[in-house]
């Protein structure tokens, strides 16, 4: 027999990496069939009783998985990816790989599962190769690619089909054994579609948009989104678009970071299919949880637009010099517009893909009634797990008014799984699983498949796993247009509870949502505030966030302090009682405004008796973050006693601002009469004196110094 080891290499690290079992509990997912990945990638689950019985965390970690997804057409070489791990105090010495084909098929799902799970399989095993293999250090991983041709596997022979492979590790007293599949394909040309989805997306965002600092970080050569871009880059994905990533960047205008632009640029070019998600991705469970009838939309982006960032309109006039650019302000700088914010390059409106294992029959039916709208041109699309759909297993369907595409629900679970796999032997184990299952599967319509929501994934992991999906057999890609293109099937929907906490807090937002608007009237654009609300909010209902349940629920108390703040953000300064010494007087207030933003208010001052007159209506303008001093005249029009005014802040439209406050105000005016008397009589006395103080010195001056009379 040819056996060749290709590539061998052994990382002496101190630092080891995690045993294979290890990263499997890490990334194992919860699901209710049964984990078939999960025995494919763990070394540790042999047949063998002693293997079997190991769990401890020196155990020997052993990974075999085919190349290209499992598949070994005719002519090939069956490319094996080989990981040992050895997390142990001492080295592995020199060992011997075997490698056993089945002899006969899988041809089920269940034995797919029996096999992988319990390393169950029916017919008797050929042993196609027996390799020598070097030691492994101490706390050390040796990876290896071994190639085996036809003469060793004996695939040509075989009929098309999903065939067991075991692979068993030996060296001293150790013995571990690790089970995989190969596809062989058929040689048929008859092919059925299949579309993957991978959303594009920033992560959990506690503020309404993405900063400069933040932007950078991301659209940095090893940041998030550089990787989602590349990953999908050359791919047949369909991407479904966060708008608010696009919004951040365009927001920013001459001001975004030049690697942001460039990432944007990049999306924009791409020939793949792609949709809206909502802003932020927000959960559309919870908003139809929460009693909304469509999806919160943003309206405004006013105050994320600083016009020094734009440039002014261009009165030069069109191309062809016919007409000026239409400007209300010629001049002046052009800010875009919410659509060109959002745009994303859609190639449909109105799809909605709920998180998965949110959304159910309600809202299907809250999404289908929002009909078409001139925002929207398409009628609205959802799509849905397979697991909340009864009656066809169909992509296409209809139920009642909603049209829904169904992905698989199984093979996307299996699919986030290997995009968030890092070890690159375990995911090819993973993806090897995974073509043996839709191998198996009947193939007669289109298949729609996810690479659902996740943070911190590789572009390698990414890549590969979206590629897997294009290089299934007897499969070729197609869009969302192909998709939808289908004949729909009747279906019906079971229910799905929305998420309690998340409605609630979007219920409390919706809530306090009259108070902001209040206050946001003593603005000069009352969406300065609203739209900062409406898209933190957002931003906060993220998918993102469910990953993280305390950091979530720390970041809605934080918001749920600042909106009880910004309610009460422009208000009077408590202050004391008045004494009104006199007729005449200025009584000074004080107003202040904690909000980001100038505001304007009116200060209505009422007096509760006719003794006081005082001038009714004061319009103030308070910096952002300031305080302004308000001087109101009064005239008191009787001599003494007590009295009272009410003091109540407006918005320019009239509507009051806070509680209305009342100030016991003392009259002393008497006092002004007995000052004036006092003064007048103290006025008499010195004039008087000065006469008396003149009269004598000139009779002074009328005697001589000799004694004589002048």
């Known amino acids: 027999m040819v056996r060749s080891w290709i590539a061998q290499e052994i990382d002496l690290a101190m630092t080891f990496s995690p045993s294979v079992a290890d990263r499997r509990a890490a990334n194992r997912r919860r699901w209710t069939r049964p984990l078939v990945t999960a ?93 020598d293999v070097n030691a492994v250090a101490a706390q050390s991983e040796a990876n290896a690619t071994l190639a085996l041709d036809d003469d060793d596997t004996g695939i040509d022979d075989l009929a098309a089909g999903v065939y067991p492979i075991r692979a068993t590790y030996e060296t001293g007293d150790e013995r571990v054994s690790t089970r995989t599949v190969i596809v062989k394909p058929r040689s048929a040309s008859g092919t059925a579609g299949v579309g993957v989805i991978v959303p594009i997306t920033a992560g959990a965002i506690s503020t309404g948009m993405l900063g400069a600092e933040a932007l950078t970080e991301l659209t940095g050569p090893d940041g998030s989104l550089t990787a989602q871009l590349d990953a999908v880059t050359a791919t047949p994905a369909i991407l479904a678009v966060d708008p608010a990533i696009a919004a951040s960047i365009r927001a920013l205008g001459s001001s975004a970071p030049a690697t942001a632009e460039e990432w944007l640029d990049r999306l924009m070019a791409l020939p793949n299919e792609r949709f809206a998600l909502q802003y932020g991705d927000a959960d559309l469970a919870a908003q139809v949880g929460a009693g909304l009838d469509a999806p919160l939309q943003m309206t405004s982006f006013a105050p994320y637009l600083d016009p020094a960032n734009f440039d002014p309109v261009d009165t030069a006039g069109t191309d062809d010099g016919d007409t000026p650019a239409a400007s209300p302000t010629p001049g002046a700088p052009v800010l875009p517009t919410p659509e060109q914010l959002l745009d994303v390059g859609a190639t449909r409106d109105a799809v909605f893909w ?69 070890a690159p032997t375990e995911r090819a184990a993973l993806l090897s699983a995974l073509t043996a299952r839709t191998t198996l599967a009947a193939a007669s319509g289109p298949l729609l498949v996810t690479v659902d929501r996740a943070d911190g994934r590789s572009s390698a992991a990414l890549r590969d796993t979206i590629l897997a999906v294009a290089g299934l057999p007897a499969r070729v890609s197609v869009g969302l247009d192909s998709l939808v293109a289908e004949d729909a099937v009747q279906v019906t929907l079971d229910p799905v509870d929305a998420d309690a906490a998340r409605a609630a807090a979007l219920a409390g937002f919706i809530d306090a949502g009259p108070d902001l608007n209040r206050v946001a009237a003593v603005l000069e654009d009352p969406d300065l505030l609203r739209a900062n609300e409406r898209a933190t909010e957002l931003q906060l209902l993220g998918n993102a966030w469910s990953t993280s349940p305390d950091d979530w629920a720390e970041a809605i108390v934080a918001h749920q302090a600042r909106i009880t703040a910004w309610s009460d953000g422009v208000a009077l300064v408590p202050g004391q009682d008045i004494d009104l010494w006199g007729s005449n007087a200025v009584l000074p207030f004080t107003v202040r405004n904690d909000l980001p933003w100038p505001a304007t208010v009116d200060l209505f001052v009422t007096p509760n008796d006719a003794r006081l007159v005082l001038t009714g209506e004061t319009t103030v303008v308070v910096g952002a973050e300031q305080t302004a001093r308000v001087q109101v005249p009064v ?8 009295s009272s005014i009410d003091l109540q802040l407006r918005t320019p439209g009239g509507v009051d601002l806070g509680e209305r406050q009342t100030y016991s105000v003392s009259v002393q005016a008497e006092w002004e009469s007995a000052a004036m008397i006092g003064l007048s009589v103290l006025v008499t006395a010195l004039v008087a004196l000065g006469i008396v103080r003149t009269v004598r010195r000139r009779r002074r001056g009328g005697v001589r110094s000799d004694g004589r009379a002048g």
Do not use: C, H, K, M
């Not at 009628?379 to 992905?407: C, F, H, K, M, Q």
């Not at 005239?635 to 007590?642: K, N």
């Open 354 to 422: 709920p998180a998965t294992g949110t959304a159910g029959a309600e809202v299907a039916e809250t999404l289908s009634g929002l009909g078409t709208s001139a925002a929207a041109s398409d009628s609205p699309l959802i799509v849905l797990p397979d697991s909340v759909v009864n009656g066809s297993s169909a992509t296409r369907a209809v139920a009642g008014e909603a049209d829904v595409l169904v992905y698989d629900s199984d093979l996307s679970a299996d699919l986030l799984e290997a995009s968030t796999t890092d």
């Open 39 to 131: 025995a494919v990638a763990i070394g540790l689950l042999a047949p063998l009783p002693a293997a079997a019985a190991t769990s401890d965390e020196d155990a020997v970690g052993f990974t075999v998985a085919p190349s290209n997804q499992g598949v070994v057409a005719s002519g090939q070489s069956l490319v094996l990816s080989v990981t040992t791990v050895n997390p142990g105090a001492d080295a592995l010495a020199e060992g011997e790989l075997i490698v056993e084909r089945g002899a006969r098929r899988l041809t089920t799902e269940g034995a797919l599962d029996a096999w992988l799970t319990a390393g169950d399989a029916s017919g008797s095993f050929v042993e196609i190769s027996t390799t």
């Open 635 to 642: 005239e008191a029009l009787v001599g003494s006693g007590r």
